[in-house]
């Protein structure tokens, strides 16, 4: 990890961590996930440098070394679009892609429509671009829904308040490299869905999971509960909400997303051309929702084949 520089971003009162690596003319920003952090794209930042590109992730407000807002509960993505916004003007980016995973898609593509002269393309993994507007997920879903009880106010603060932060992410990063939805039962907490003796995915080491433990133990999740969990609803006043730049989509074909209402269709459908018309998708077979961690060359590759076509 050596390669990999860290600084802090001053955005108004609140400094903000990222990490970079790389000096090529050409910038790609990468936008993370939960549980994830800056550190889930350790394995992209230092291919895509070595192949002549400046990588650059970064911890959202409320993460892992970048500070708490003042109002975690208040939290936005008009604030984490904000946030991105002034991250590239003081790195003094003019044009980059950004690379979204998980619930980073949507800011990624949310910023695309918003400066789209900021933007050369995005990629997403594990979520296509949906479409702002109501969450549906209660129409279909039944209440042990994992998102469902997330947004519940003080439910996964008392179950994951049982246990340390490295337990929680270790449950969660179990749970999301299954194929099938986490529901819990009614009287069943999320993380009592994983058995304290599960073991890690192979590709997910202790060394890994102290990594992430420890960014936690420092932020906490109240944040992380806000933003994305439960501020889906918001409301975002957008020009247009088709996304005109060049997309990349790639999806482990065992991810647990798949079967979210309504998601084959932004994938595999037509639907998916109505709202990114010039949109890709790829399938990595084996994949899981941690496709860039589980096989970072082939993700590496893919990344870097899509980039080639752009700049």
Request: net charge negative; no cysteine; proline share 9%.
């Amino acid at each position: 990890m050596d390669p990999i520089q860290h600084k802090f971003v001053n955005v108004g009162a609140l400094k903000l961590h990222v990490a970079e690596t790389g000096t090529g003319p050409n910038a790609v920003v990468f936008l993370h996930g939960f549980p994830e952090i800056w550190y889930s794209w350790r394995h992209q930042m230092i291919a895509l440098a070595g192949a002549g590109f400046r990588a650059v992730s970064f911890d959202y407000r409320g993460y892992g070394l970048s500070d708490p807002p003042p109002e975690p509960d208040k939290t936005s993505w008009s604030d984490l679009l904000s946030d991105l916004l002034h991250i590239l003007d003081a790195l003094a980016l003019s044009k980059v892609f950004l690379v979204g995973k998980d619930f980073g898609a949507r800011p990624a593509y949310l910023f695309s429509i918003l400066h789209p002269e900021r933007v050369l393309g995005v990629v997403t993994l594990g979520v296509p671009y949906v479409p702002p507007g109501p969450s549906q997920y209660h129409k279909f879903l039944p209440e042990g829904f994992y998102i469902l009880r997330w947004q519940e106010p003080g439910r996964a603060e008392a179950d994951f308040g049982r246990f340390d932060a490295k337990t929680v992410v270790r449950n969660i990063y179990i749970l999301f490299s299954r194929s099938e939805i986490p529901i819990a039962n009614e009287n069943q907490e999320i993380m009592d869905l994983v058995e304290p003796d599960t073991p890690l995915p192979t590709w997910f080491t202790e060394e890994d999971l102290a990594t992430y433990g420890a960014l936690y133990e420092k932020s906490g999740f109240q944040t992380a509960l806000q933003i994305p969990y439960r501020s889906l609803g918001e409301v975002l006043s957008l020009p247009d909400p088709v996304v005109k730049v060049p997309a990349f989509l790639i999806m482990g074909g065992k991810d647990y997303v798949l079967k979210f209402p309504g998601i084959e269709d932004l994938t595999k459908g037509e639907k998916a051309k109505w709202f990114v018309p010039n949109l890709e998708v790829t399938f990595i077979p084996e994949g899981t929702h941690f496709v860039q961690e589980q096989f970072p060359e082939k993700v590496n590759q893919l990344i870097l084949d899509f980039l080639a076509k752009h700049t």
